[in-house]
């Protein structure tokens, strides 16, 4: 029984990895299904083409070029054959990839259907519990954000106040300097008494 637990948790973790973030939905893309389902790629796109009315856009999309080439950029774990097809994926929201499970009909399909349910679930549970995380995250870049204007409106007042006290230093310098020596045959200017 343990190994079970094992070999799904691993099964779990694979499919999570698969699992990307486009258009701000939590997707995954028709190979990666195709491979978990056990079938070819062409017979998954196939099976979603000639039931398009079942995927509607927030349940399955096709990914623009632009979008594939960064996600090919940014993720270099794709199989070669899959980086240089001229056709982007499809890819699949947590209810698409539910929906699937109709026109996949095997035993295989309906397995892996119940991991990727899994698998979805618990990234949003991570997402969710570290929501709290991302927003303390987000108030103590506030915070830091709010000293460093601070530290420097205080220099800028330093220099400031430090120009002052130059000045001031300067003045009292002025004043404490000695006047000069007065010359003694130098006649007095003035009434004499």
């Known amino acids: 029984m343990r190994e079970e637990k094992g070999s799904r948790g691993m099964e779990l ?5 698969k699992i990307y973030e486009i258009r701000g939905h939590r997707v995954i893309l028709d190979f990666d299904l195709a491979q978990i389902y056990e079938v070819e790629t062409r017979v998954l796109k196939q099976a979603v083409r000639r039931n398009m009315e079942r995927f509607p ?5 096709i990914l623009s070029k632009k979008e594939w080439l960064e996600l090919i950029t940014i993720c270099d774990k794709f ?3 899959i980086r240089h097809n001229p056709t982007t994926p499809f890819a699949f929201t947590e209810q698409g990839a539910a929906m699937l499970t109709g026109l996949l009909r095997s035993p295989v399909a309906i397995e892996a259907n119940i991991n990727i349910m899994r698998a979805f679930v618990a990234v949003r549970e991570y997402l969710l519990s570290h929501a709290s995380e991302s927003t303390e995250l987000a108030l103590l870049r506030e915070r830091v954000y709010r000293l460093e204007q601070t530290t420097k409106q205080l220099e800028q007042a330093d220099e400031s106040h430090q120009e002052s006290i130059n000045n001031l230093y300067d003045a009292i310098d002025a004043l404490s300097a000695k006047p000069p020596l007065l010359d003694p045959h130098r006649r007095m200017i003035g009434f004499n008494r």
């Open 57 to 61: 856009a927030d349940f399955m999309f």
């Open 79 to 81: 199989p070669e054959n």
């Open 13 to 17: 973790q694979c499919i999570q990895n």
